[in-house]
């Protein structure tokens, strides 16, 4: 069973940059999830896919956008990078949408100067 | 909206110390998860409660989860120092359309000196 993975593990951006992260799931998940954690703080999330569908967002302006593919993949867009954006990026998938039990993968760390 | 609060902030203890964080919501959960994040890592899965006054143990941790549904509390027995970390309680709200929104406290971080 191959667990969460996420590329790239670090990312230095300029303000004003895009920037995509990836995500694979859990084999046999359909459900991933994407997370915001700044330093010291919890996981804020940011929204939900289920099967290739947005299935809920929090608080997060339109500039984070995100896909799921076929292969419940994930992809995590962030246009006009602003400093705050600064954090570790967490993917999670779980095996349904719902309340399940969340599969983090190791994060991606993203700088943005 | 939703906030979930976890006291204390820190705590530091001799191992062998017993350790208790706590978590509150303010409005009522479906479900309560807990999650531990060891140092540079990601957060790991430890337990869901679901139901009102459900405890739940696991070796050394027992997991309470309130009557009300608003809070909830990890209490770990005679600490080692593999406890060391983060613990995250993380719930999603009850009714409507929450679905997977998981809402993070901002952590206990625990610290176990041998």
């Known amino acids: 069973e191959t667990g969460v993975t996420q590329s790239p593990t670090h990312l230095i951006k300029t303000r004003g940059q895009q920037v995509t992260l990836r995500c694979s799931s859990q084999?046999?998940?359909?459900?991933v999830s994407w997370y915001q954690q700044a330093l010291g703080q919890g996981p804020q999330f940011i929204f939900q896919?289920?099967?290739?569908?947005?299935?809920g967002r929090g608080n997060f302006p339109p500039r984070f956008s995100g896909l799921q593919f076929p292969n419940y993949s994930s992809e995590l867009n962030v246009n006009a990078l602003e400093l705050d954006d600064s954090a570790l990026y967490l993917c999670?998938?779980?095996?349904?949408?719902?309340?399940?039990?969340?599969?983090f993968g190791p994060g991606t760390r993203l700088t943005v100067t | 909206g939703q906030q979930v609060m976890q006291i204390p902030q820190y705590q530091h203890v001799q191992e062998g110390e017993d350790f208790t964080t706590y978590c509150n919501s303010s409005t009522t959960l479906s479900n309560i998860q807990w999650y531990k994040q060891r140092p540079g890592g990601h957060p790991v899965f430890l337990i869901q409660l679901v139901k009102s006054g459900e405890v739940k143990k696991q070796k050394r941790l027992t997991f309470q989860f309130g009557e009300a549904k608003k809070n909830s509390s990890l209490h770990i027995t005679a600490t080692q120092t593999t406890d060391v970390g983060t613990y995250f309680c993380a719930g999603i709200p009850a009714g409507g359309t929450s679905y997977g929104k998981l809402t993070f406290g901002q952590g206990t971080i625990l610290t176990v000196h041998p």
């Open positions: 896919y289920y099967r290739e569908e947005e299935n």
């Open positions: 999670a998938s779980s095996l349904a949408r719902g309340a399940y039990e969340q599969y």
């Open positions: 084999s046999g998940h359909n459900t």
